[in-house]
């Protein structure tokens, strides 16, 4: 878990250097962060939480390498997107991280029906987040079959990764992450997820049907998914009150995501519009929901999977170090967002660079810490 975390930080720094330099294709860049950082941190959390969720044991040694295949998948990727490789070689590391999802997803159904009682409903959202994933992926291969059919097979791969595997998969973590963070249960946590789950799905095929083919469909499902964030917003205001989230620099950077999330899609809808530009959404994406949400996650997973099992006193003196500055962070990465669609990207890049390296200070902080810290 540590590696696969470490390895994605790198990724993502890395990710916005290169932007900020000008160096790197695009495309190369982008899954840069994706491939190889998001997509097995992704990974990592669901084998972390299905046991919990299921109450069922720890996943064997086997499963618990799918990140890093994810992770030397993702280099391929983004060695063809570069031209260090051929390009050939996108489809069948498409095809092998189809078959990495498709066995991830037949864990968690077989730790769910072997739950004992009734398993959280968190585990549905994970499933739904992988289903987004590969069909992400088959759209990939999709290209290759219907080429005349190309752009409107990209951006059905974009929205199902952005909205699908990550937003669903976030969404499905949040409610049970953020009163772990706030050392407070939400008795409403697991109604809302069995409420929303058909709703946000649907909101997501939608938008990334609507975005490749009409855009009224990618409306409608904006509205459903904007609706089930909303309602996650006032249920923790509700729970918890807004004081108690900005408080602390892990709630805090959770709750910028959400919002940030929110923001996006109505980004989305003023691009549907022809009133704002993909690239812009697409950035103040990944500033003000992708960055915020990895940070504030690892901020409260990191200490519990470097020291597994009973709490111990390192492991909250490491959270509260990852905590240090969280509020900032929190900031800079929504005004970098708002910066994004505002047009001034590279004060937005570089606004969300600050927040990286704060976080980067922090992380170094908190490594430093050892077991035996009173």
Known sequence: ??????????????????????KGAPLAVTHLAFAVGIVPLIFAAMLHFVPVLTRTGNPGRGLRLLPTAAQIIGLLVVAALQGLLPY?????AALSDLLLALVLLSWIVVRARAALGRPHPGWRWYTAA????????????????????????????????????????????LPVLLPTACVRPDPAAGAWLGRWLWPAFSGVVLIAGGSAWHWTLAAAGSGLLLAALLSLLWQWKRVFGWCLLLADGVTCSLLAATGGLALTLIAGLAHGLGLMSARLTLSAWVFGFLLPLVSGALSQLLPVWRWPGPQLPARLEMRCRLAVGGGWRALLFFAAAALALAGFERLAVAGAAAALLLFAAALLRAMRVRRMAR
């Open 88 to 92: 050939w070689v996108l489809h069948p």
């Open 1 to 22: 878990m540590l590696a696969t975390a470490g390895l994605t930080l790198l990724a993502l720094f890395a990710s916005v250097a290169l932007t900020l330099a000008g």
């Open 130 to 173: 992988l289903a987004c994933l590969i069909l992400a992926l088959a759209a990939v291969l999709g290209m290759l079959l219907w080429p005349q059919q190309w752009p409107a097979l990209r951006l059905f791969h974009l929205h199902l990764n952005t909205l699908g595997l990550v937003g669903l998969a976030a969404l499905g973590t």
